[in-house]
């Protein structure tokens, strides 16, 4: 295997562990470009569709559809392998530039209202990201 398969490979391990830790749990969008949030009370139906170059979810938002960026919606494919990463509490969809994030005290975080380790995510993430650990 060549350095290219062996990160696929990784990086299809990496979205399969995430899977059932996000499954079912409140998550919170953060836009990587102005650090705005969405919360989303719910995340279902994660699922990875190779054979179809995609990644599937669904979200029950608090805020309301107007509120929302018009390609934020309930339902979400990003294009994989291309444009999902994977990191510690995260993922990401690089089309975008959006972070869904589902680690417990963030999220717990922002449902009171505190967003203040928005910054320090994205920090990190960037960081994560050009250490080449994405979707590790």
């Known amino acids: 295997m060549d350095d290219l398969e062996i990160a696929e490979v990784m990086k299809h391990a990496a979205v399969l562990a995430m899977i059932p830790l996000a499954e079912g749990r409140p998550a919170v969008h953060v836009d ?18 190779p054979e179809e170059c995609c990644f599937y979810g669904e979200c029950d938002w ?10 934020l919606t ?8 291309d444009c999902l990463e ?6 990401w969809d690089a089309y975008f530039d959006w972070y869904f994030v589902y680690e417990p005290a963030l999220v ?12 320090g995510l994205l ?3 960037d960081a994560h990201m050009r250490a080449g650990r994405g979707g590790a």
């Not at 608090?62 to 390609?71: W, Y």
């Not at 994977?86 to 993922?91: H, K, L, M, Q, R």
């Not at 717990?108 to 910054?119: E, F, I, K, P, T």
């Open 32 to 49: 990587g470009g102005d650090g705005s949030v969405f919360v989303c009370r719910r995340v279902s139906d994660l699922r990875l569709a």
């Open 74 to 81: 309930d339902g979400m494919a990003i294009s994989y392998p």
């Open 62 to 71: 608090a805020d309301p559809p107007e509120a929302r960026p018009d390609e």
């Open 108 to 119: 717990a975080r922002s449902l009171a209202g505190d967003h203040a380790w928005v910054a």
């Open 123 to 125: 920090a990190s993430a």
């Open 86 to 91: 994977v990191g510690p509490g995260w993922w």
